[in-house]
């Protein structure tokens, strides 16, 4: 509603403006709205690698850059795909290691097709493939410390598998099939190395974590509504996603906190009732969150927020390891309604950098250089 | 003893080739024609034939009347007050069907533009340019063969995209018995596009949030937010539901040799940050008969562009085909030389537009290659692939002979046309065995 067109611009800057000075007021005297744990050790570099693949009708290529030479792209990869399906990448890297679902060239250019799930070694430039029943629809995610990956299967027409392949043996096992509910999705893993995954049904959005046991448990009830997003933080203890509320005469996403051991952190990253974006961990335990103009990054001391584009707003994707720099896809538009065109973006600080494309960039991930 | 070796060996060669006959054969039908392949027509590069034989269907033009081929009434109304309207559908949901199921293609992507090659069947069964599903996933004729319907369907185009949109007719109509309406403030009129989401989304599956092949626009699993999808090749659609994709090519058209295939129409997508649209797509109400999703019509909303289309146009784009077959009597032996174990006979259309056929054998020992396919009259412009004289091949399957010879009947037929021919096949195949009772053609 503030931001709608039928105000004239200069009051929809001064309101924009505004609201962004009264988040930081706010964020600023919540100093202790999120109990992150800190992780002071992270890598000290000056440049980063940002690795992203280049949409192709038949074939994606894999490109790195150095966030030192924005410019210099490169390819490392490609990736044959059947006709108009892109890979669908793992919700992060670990190191050199890059994951992601893709349907083989031969197979039927259709959601409903069998994807296989890769693993692509930046450094070696090997791809070794672990899986062919994979679903291309959902993302896979790697383990913190890189030994595990969990993926959807597409076997079973009547619900959904998620199955986790060790990495060092090349073994997989069925954590756990659901007939009953929408579906589920992969989200990660805690601390201790169990399985968080979200399932839909008609009472909404349920975070369940299966222990080493295969004992399921419901770690929270997220939302009575679709809520999606799902990021664990670098220590495995906290989780922040997005969940849909009615705001203003609106419905908007909002940043959610929570934590895996069950109890609650903060529901809220913050008041307002613009909506929100994607939220992306540093790795030192600080939290991006997208807003109306510009990502909003709040750790336990501090709110900053981080250079805003002259129009459109940006939605978080992920920090490199040193924590400098942060990969977001900016729309041009106004809103999740209107979002306009889209493009991949590096900030730093006070600086953005837009990589140019002919077609559509997925974002893979970043390295320590 | 080099006799008998012989024998044996033949013996032996004789039972695999029939062995791998009988497992093509006899393998588990995935589609109406499984494991074969019928032919089909594929037009022009520019698809100019194919868009008049949209407009000629969105306007009911085509096949009128005909309970399968034709558009049923469709309804206009609230959910209370629902009545049969006119027999229309807006064209350009047509085109952006055609365009993002098959982008405007009959045939598979090894059969040229004016060209007669094989037709283009996915693997769950969706058929040419529509890449209607809906009664084609099993044949359904007699002796378990493909009927007539099926046969249209897989080898003429403007049946082809007769049925889609008659399939997509009757997604609309499902509401709101089995489907919820879209225009609760615009007495659901069919004129507007925007009143058509859900027959879209229903016309790839009506399915549910996170399932495998979801099309719910709220899916955790899309993007979000997302830029519209430009229909240019340049994004990937896994990243969309299906009446996104429609959406976009309707307003984004394709592009051929720098010309657009159709004018752009920038509709409405639903607004997901207005409770009116978010409320009824919450996951509480997604379940049958959808009774609470219905939702307004997303703003602006934009009516149907009329096609200026004549009212012969159907006429012209089915002609007046003509049916004639090469061979009355043909013999076949399997005894003999390899050549002598097949033969071809041929199919023309001697009249004009095109001819669907389809070649049944009233025994299921003799094979006719291809099953099914298109005859293309003499004011249809064809390059390559067999247009004016299609080859049948006829071949025997040994395992499937009741006798060291046998006879039985090719029918060739035609959806389009009244009269079929018969063809008489004589079949010998009188081995001479070493073991009695070790093959049927012996007995």
């Known amino acids: ?369 | 003893m080099h006799k008998k070796l012989l024998r044996a060996f033949l013996l032996t060669s004789f039972f695999i080739v029939a062995l791998i006959f009988h497992f093509q054969i006899s393998s588990v039908y995935a589609c109406a024609f499984d494991p074969l392949r019928p032919n089909t027509y594929e037009a022009d590069s520019l698809r100019q034939r194919y868009m008049h034989a949209l407009d000629a269907a969105a306007e009911n033009q085509l096949f009128p009347g005909d309970f399968y081929f034709g558009l049923p009434k469709i309804e206009i109304g609230g959910r209370y007050n629902r009545v049969a309207g006119e027999r229309s559908i807006p064209v350009e949901l047509l085109r952006a069907i055609g365009w993002v199921e098959s982008s405007l293609t009959m045939g598979s992507r090894s059969t040229k533009f004016e060209s007669v090659g094989m037709s283009l069947v996915s693997f769950d069964c969706g058929h040419g340019i529509m890449q209607v599903t809906s009664g084609m996933t099993v044949p359904i004729g007699i002796d378990g063969k493909p009927n007539d319907k099926q046969v249209a369907v897989a080898t003429s185009y403007p049946h082809n995209i007769a049925r889609g949109a008659s399939v997509l007719a009757a997604k609309w109509n499902n509401a709101p018995q089995s489907r919820p309406i879209v225009g609760t403030d615009t007495n659901s009129d069919p004129s507007i596009i925007e009143n058509w989401y859900y027959a879209v989304w229903a016309y790839n599956g009506f399915t549910g949030p996170t399932s495998t092949k979801s099309n719910h626009p709220l899916d955790p699993t899309f993007q979000w937010p997302r830029s519209s999808y430009q229909c240019d090749g340049t994004q990937s659609r896994s990243h969309f539901p299906y009446q996104e994709l429609v959406w976009g090519c309707i307003s984004n058209p394709a592009y051929r040799y720098g010309e657009r295939l159709w004018e752009p129409v920038l509709i409405s997508l639903p607004n997901f940050n207005d409770p009116n649209f978010y409320n009824a797509l919450s996951v509480s109400n997604f379940r049958f008969p959808y009774n609470n999703m219905d939702i307004p019509t997303p703003k602006p909303s934009h009516q149907t562009m009329q096609t200026n289309i004549s009212s012969s146009i159907g006429a012209q784009i089915i002609g007046l085909p003509q049916l004639q077959v090469s061979e009355q009597i043909v013999t076949l032996r399997i005894n003999g030389s390899p050549d002598q174990a097949k033969t071809t006979i041929y199919v023309s259309n001697t009249g004009s537009g095109l001819l669907p056929w389809s070649a049944k054998s009233s025994d299921n020992f003799l094979i006719t290659t291809p099953p099914a396919g298109i005859a293309v009259g003499n004011n249809i412009p064809c390059k390559s692939g067999n247009c004016s004289r299609v080859p049948i091949e006829l071949t025997i399957n040994p395992s499937l002979l009741p006798a060291s010879s046998a006879s039985t009947t090719v029918t060739i037929s035609s959806p389009e046309i009244a009269l079929s021919e018969k063809i008489q096949v004589r079949v010998y195949a009188d081995f001479e065995v070493a073991s009695p009772g070790t093959s049927r053609a012996s007995n």
Request: hydrophobic share 40%.
């Open chain 1, 1 to 369: 509603m503030f931001f709608s067109t039928r105000l004239p611009n200069i009051f929809r800057i001064l309101l924009s403006a505004f609201l962004l000075a009264a988040f930081i007021l706010i964020c600023m005297n919540f100093n202790t709205l999120i109990q992150l744990s800190s992780n002071s050790d992270s890598p000290d570099t000056n440049s980063s690698t940002l690795f992203f693949a280049e949409f192709g009708w038949n074939q994606d290529l894999i490109y790195e850059i150095s966030s030192s030479d924005p410019n210099n792209k490169r390819v490392i990869h490609t990736v044959d795909h059947s006709p108009g399906f892109g890979l669908n990448p793992a919700i992060n890297t670990h190191k050199e290691q890059i994951a992601y679902v893709v349907l083989s060239k031969d197979v039927t250019p259709s959601r409903q097709s069998s994807a296989e799930l890769w693993i692509f070694n930046s450094h070696t430039h090997k791809a070794i493939r672990l899986a062919r029943d994979a679903d291309i629809n959902a993302r896979p995610v790697l383990r913190n410390d890189g030994h595990s990956i969990v993926y959807r299967s597409s076997k079973n027409i009547n619900g959904s598998s998620i199955i986790e392949v060790n990495l060092d043996t090349r073994t997989r096992r069925i954590v756990y099939t659901d007939n009953n509910s929408f579906g589920i999705i992969p989200v990660g893993f805690n601390q201790n190395n169990e399985v968080i995954f979200a399932r839909f049904d008609y009472t909404g959005t349920d975070l369940i974590q299966i222990n080493h046991q295969q004992e399921l448990s419901i770690l929270f009830h997220a939302s009575d509504e679709i809520a999606r997003d799902w990021r664990i933080d670098p220590s495995g203890k906290n989780i922040a996603f997005l969940a849909p509320e009615f705001l203003g005469e609106k419905i908007v996403h909002r940043a959610q906190l929570m934590s895996l051991d069950g109890t609650r952190v903060n529901n809220k990253i913050m008041n307002g009732v613009s909506e929100q974006y994607a939220p992306a961990w540093r790795q030192d335990g600080a939290l991006a969150v997208g807003t109306s103009m510009a990502p909003l990054v709040v750790d336990n001391h501090n709110a900053l927020i981080l250079m805003p584009s002259e129009q459109g707003f940006d939605v978080p994707l992920g920090w490199s390891a040193d924590g400098n720099y942060l990969a977001v896809r900016h729309f041009d538009g106004i809103d999740s309604y209107t979002p306009g065109n889209d493009s991949l973006v590096v900030i730093k600080q006070n600086k953005r950098m837009t990589i140019h494309n002919h077609s559509e960039l997925i974002f893979l991930g970043w390295n320590s250089a």
